[in-house]
């Protein structure tokens, strides 16, 4: 299930907010101070909601931090919402790489579709192309058939598709819980971290030498699929 990190100290936007992404299908994680949100591991959630006017500090603090991370283009995108409504606030937001920005009070209709608008726009670069390129390495998605240096790649569909998800979004720092929870939903039984491990291992061993390479190890975060040719 989808999860927003709605970060807001007004405990009645809080309560009806949780109520109204319930009925949407969201599971909500909330935080009313920035102490909470940087504990509430962002990564793992689809969305965030961020007030600005927070009880020891200022959204913007967080919003800086997010997008400071060494993995920042895999965090979910985030949704100012707050009182403040000078045009300042806005760009200042949408400049520093919040993807929305929604004014209080608002419409929860309102709201609901700003939110589906960023979670589809998330998402769609990610289903437009059929056939991935890294290197020397092509995926076709349509046939499930991979070449390397244009040989043949026997491959599991575990392997496939991390394989897949890793070159759509090559030369970003995919995590590791982000790469769990992607083959968790396609595929709706678990994967453990010890599988993902074994996954990489296999998937380097199938691409062969000349391959291999592109699939690195970012320490301590997850992995990266890199096109020395971009
Ligand atoms: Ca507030």
Redesign the pocket.
Known sequence: MKQILMI???SAIVYGLSELFREEGFLTVTAKTLEEARRAEPGSVSLILL????PDGEGWEFLTELLARKDAAVMPPVIIL??REDEGDIIKGLDMGADDYVTKPFRTGVLMSRIRAVLRRRERPLQAKETLICGNILLDKHRTTVTAAGENVILTAGEFRLLAYLMENKNRTLTRNLLLAHLWDSEGDYVNDNTLTVTIKRLREKLGENSRQMLKTVRGIGYQMEDLND
């Open positions: 807001e100290d007004d007030d600005l006017g927070l707050t009182a």
